[in-house]
T-cell receptor, first 113, second 114 residues
Framework: GNSVTQMEGPVTLSEEAFLTINCTYT??????LFWYVQYPGEGLQLLLK?????DKGSNKGFEATYRKETTSFHLEKGSVQVSDSAVYFC????????????FGQGTELSVKP | DTAVSQTPKYLVTQMGNDKSIKCEQN?????MYWYKQDSKKFLKIMFS???????INETVPNRFSPKSPDKAHLNLHINSLELGDSAVYFC?????????????FGPGTRLTVL
């Protein structure tokens, strides 16, 4: 079946450090891939997405590239801020499955000043 | 003018009780969802409705019964609550059930069963 695997957290970084959160997926065909972010006490919000191979999603300094050959969608940011502290979820969805999102287990990021 | 709203935000109840969670979206979306987030933050789809029709029912116990009176509302009723039902329940909506569409999430309802 379809699944998503993320690197385990928590991840603790100093402000302005480089961030990578690894995400790999298992799915047939060409799923759409997403990164959602959950700030403390809130619901999830879309951070970025990519719907086909080699697409790059970007938003708020975060980037992720859809790599079909390695079935990956790693999240990167060049310089994190304290305000980036949150839980990050990688997810996939497929057109023939009613839009449901299949999530990875989430990676908690804590950025220290 | 919250896009996806849920009530209540917190729900504390005894085992065996019946409770409901309400969800409303004002985005004009056709598709709505319920997700469950467990204590380890893992998120899993429970149900999906498109234009008031049930599309996805992901092996959820039949104590859980979703109801969609119209496209803008999707409620979740839970009978005979069990300890294992304690979780955060998120409602979400999207423009359609197509795979690439962004889903908009509500703030969540934290259910605690004692």
């Amino acid at each position: 079946g379809n699944s998503v695997t993320q690197m385990e957290g928590p991840v603790t970084l100093s402000e302005e450090a480089f961030l990578t959160i690894n995400c790999t997926y298992t799915a047939t065909g060409y799923p759409s891939l997403f990164w959602y972010v959950q700030y403390p006490g809130e619901g999830l919000q879309l951070l970025l997405k990519a719907t086909k191979a080699d697409d790059k999603g970007s938003n708020k300094g975060f980037e992720a590239t859809y790599r079909k050959e390695t079935t990956s969608f790693h999240l990167e940011k060049g310089s994190v801020q304290v305000s980036d502290s949150a839980v990050y979820f990688c997810a996939l969805s497929k057109d023939n499955q009613g839009g449901k999102l299949i999530f990875g287990q989430g990676t908690e990021l804590s950025v220290k000043p | 003018d919250t896009a996806v709203s849920q009530t209540p935000k917190y729900l504390v109840t005894q085992m065996g009780n019946d409770k409901s969670i309400k969800c409303e979206q004002n985005l004009g979306h056709d598709t709505m969802y319920w997700y469950k987030q467990d204590s380890k933050k893992f998120l899993k789809i429970m149900f999906s409705y498109n234009n008031k029709e049930l599309i996805i029912n992901e092996t959820v116990p039949n104590r859980f019964s979703p109801k969609s009176p119209d496209k803008a509302h999707l409620n979740l009723h839970i009978n005979s609550l069990e300890l294992g039902d304690s979780a955060v329940y998120f409602c979400a909506s999207s423009r359609s059930g197509a795979g690439g569409n962004e889903q908009f999430f509500g703030p969540g309802t934290r259910l605690t069963v004692l």
